[in-house]
């Protein structure tokens, strides 16, 4: 059974940090990545990593966030710095299965910011 579940999301000042984590079993994946959707608002791509561990970062994060992944935990991290008002949404997990290219999302974790 595939599985992504994500965690660390919360409640955080504005400027604050949050790491966003993301467990992931059952499968290897190629592509990962984070998306995010807020209230009212199409979901959105925040940042993506290879298994290579090329990155991609959307424009509205870059200098703010780092993604990861560690390969022996199974796990690919999101460090959010310097979160503003217009960071908070349900931040989404995502794997491109490697042997089918499915993509398969997590339940997604909730990120407030307080001004």
């Known amino acids: 059974q595939v599985q992504l579940v994500e965690s660390g999301g919360g409640l955080v000042q504005a400027g604050g940090s949050l790491r966003l984590s993301c467990a992931y079993s059952?499968?290897?994946?190629?592509?990962m990545a984070w998306h995010r959707q807020a209230p009212g608002k199409q979901r959105e791509l925040v940042a993506s990593?290879?298994?290579?561990?090329?990155?991609n970062y959307a424009d509205f994060v870059k200098g703010r966030v780092t993604i990861s992944r560690d390969a022996f935990k199974n796990t690919v991290y999101l460090q959010m710095n310097g979160l503003t008002p217009e960071d908070p949404a349900v931040y989404y997990c995502i794997g491109n299965q490697i042997s089918t290219m499915k993509t398969f999302w997590g339940q997604g974790t909730q990120v407030t910011v307080s001004s």
């Open positions: 990593i290879t298994r290579g561990g090329n990155t």
């Open positions: 059952g499968t290897t994946f190629s592509l």
